[in-house]
């Protein structure tokens, strides 16, 4: 099964990408640029990740007391990536980027996701560097960006402690100004920084020249207290290396010191750190004390960071999706060429013929089919939040923010969704293939194993719910929750007029209308606790609903393409969905708009 012939009908038969070349900052893009970018990441993906996905499982980073060491393959496929130009792809002709348009951009990177998604490329770096882009000064850019983008630095976002996770506000990591001067320093406002620092992808390496931590830390009121809350969290960065304002390395060790390499259940081609800012390992200038400069206003640091987490949580769904796509291609071709059981006749089954091949037995299709759906239409959603985020950056105004509130209600679905749902399809990838799925003889383990961090980093499925339910179906005067509403109610109305797909509108339509209903039911008392108790399957629900529309809108595409076996496939994906998968909305939005309270209620001791 090859990725590009779904890749190329999604980007150009659905969301007909050619026609963003019609706005002035795409002008020098066309069919041919598009296919070059896709062609080249195909490729260094197959060549340069592809073969290396176990090495990196199995050879996991280690520490040997100064450095931490890394397979050589993983070396040589970053340096293919930076090669590229891929983490600078979005970025401006004048800083060396190709103004490649964002949806372009994800599809690319697709590739290196299924490929191997551990070995990694560059998503924490491009994030953090247009994080700078945005919220830092002239110099910051210009010492800290470009040398991301270029790859001679590499980027991480600090967020966790130990004690901090889900709970950003509980942060405890201070920093305080360093020395009368501090506000004066050319990188930016200088700061002392202390504490420690859980789960850091990407925090220890020698990949890159250094290393940019953007670490969230809290300044001390005047009475030496951290201000509680998310109020009191401030940005910085902070390199490994010392750096002068010219982007030289000075020779000095920033006081960032190793704790340890946590040993993950899967994703184990990237280090995962904690890390200690200002014991005193490294002390500069004679002092402990992390050096670190402040990003944008004291205070507002989260708003800040934000801006990294929202894309971050597009390329973990797109993570997810493709380490679901990489089951599906794994066990569609285990099932084409596993003989295995013969097929039910009138009489029974004849044992004097000769096995048939799994994918011939109903059950299996099913379970490949489900992946299908899954993983496609999951896809479709990424791509299509990809081309809001252009729509965001360069539609006339009206219609960038109607791409901004859009966004705000599709991420938490974008980020969780294939999050669980691809990991399911990566279960029955495992089941497709009976025992031999459960050996390390075969790849699929693998893709479960690392898809299993998708829905606990980048805020856990709990988190995203609240947000979604506790937050962006509200926000606007529900007008993004409107905007979307719109959206599905433009393809049903289309759908209606198809007659294959009469029955599908209908069932969609009364989905979001369902929808609609239990959002109102959940808050009718104005209680959170009411409201919020039921707020993953209320996900569930509404990102089964997003699914089914992507799936509907996806298929009046392929609907109006000549006849082909991958036509072919497409709506039989949508008709799984629809009848399989669409129909569990109505058991997860009962206990929403009942405000069920069987778990909340229930006191600890009954456990
Ligand atoms: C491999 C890996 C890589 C990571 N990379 C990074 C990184 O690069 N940078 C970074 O900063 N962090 C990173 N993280 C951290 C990740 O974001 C956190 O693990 C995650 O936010 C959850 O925090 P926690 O582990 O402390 O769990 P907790 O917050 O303790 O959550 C435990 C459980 O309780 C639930 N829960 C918590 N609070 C609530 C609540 N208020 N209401 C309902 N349920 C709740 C959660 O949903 C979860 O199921 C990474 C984590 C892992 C495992």
Known sequence: MSLRPTVDFLLHDWLHVETLQQRERFADHSRETFDAVLDTCERIAREKYAPFNRLVDTQEPHFDGER????????????????SGMLSAAQDYEIGGMQLPYTVEAAANAFFAMASVSIGSGMLTTGNANLLMVHGTEMQKQVFALNEFSGRFSGTMCLSEPQAGSSLSDVSTRAVPDGADFADDPLGPRYRLKGNKMWISAGEHELTENIIHLVLAKIPDENGKLVPGTRGISLFIVPKKMVNPAGELTGERNDVALAGLNHKCGWRGTT????????????????????????????????????????????????????????????????????????????GKDPAQPPVRIIEHADVKRMLLAQKSYCEGALALELYCARLVDEQHTAEAALADDARLLLEVLTPIAKSWPSE??????????????????????????????????????GTHGIQAMDLLGRKVLMEGGKGLSLLAGRITD???????????????????????????ATRAAWSTGEPTDALA??????????????????????????????????????????????YELPKTGAWLQVVSSRDQTCADLPEEAF
């Open 68 to 83: 931490v060491i890394l397979p050589q393959a993983t070396h040589d496929a970053q340096k293919a990536y930076a090669g």
């Open 272 to 347: 995962n750190t904690l890390l200690n800012f200002g014991e005193g390992k490294y002390p500069v200038g004679g002092e402990t004390g992390a050096v670190g400069y402040l990003v944008g206003q004291a205070g507002k640091g989260l708003h800040c960071m934000f801006h990294m987490m929202n894309e971050a949580r597009i390329g973990v769904g797109m993570a997810a999706t493709m380490l679901g796509m990489a089951g599906y291609s794994a066990s569609l071709d285990y099932a084409r060429n596993r003989p295995q059981g013969r097929p039910m006749g009138p009489a």
């Open 421 to 458: 749902w691809c990991l399911e399809a990566n279960s029955l990838a495992i089941q497709v293939h009976g025992g031999y799925g459960y050996t390390r003889d075969f790849p699929v383990e693998q893709y479960w194993r690392d898809n299993r961090l998708n829905m606990i980093h980048e």
């Open 491 to 517: 393809t049903t109305k289309q759908a209606m007029q198809v007659p294959e797909f009469t029955a599908h509108a209908k069932a969609l339509g009364e989905a979001l209308a369902q929808v609609g209903t």
């Open 534 to 579: 039921n707020a993953v399957p209320y996900l569930q629900a509404f990102g089964h609903t997003v699914l089914a529309w992507v799936w509907l809108d996806v298929a009046l595409a392929a609907h109006a393409a000549p006849a082909s076996n991958a036509r072919t496939g497409r709506l039989a994906a949508m008709r799984f969905f629809f009848h």
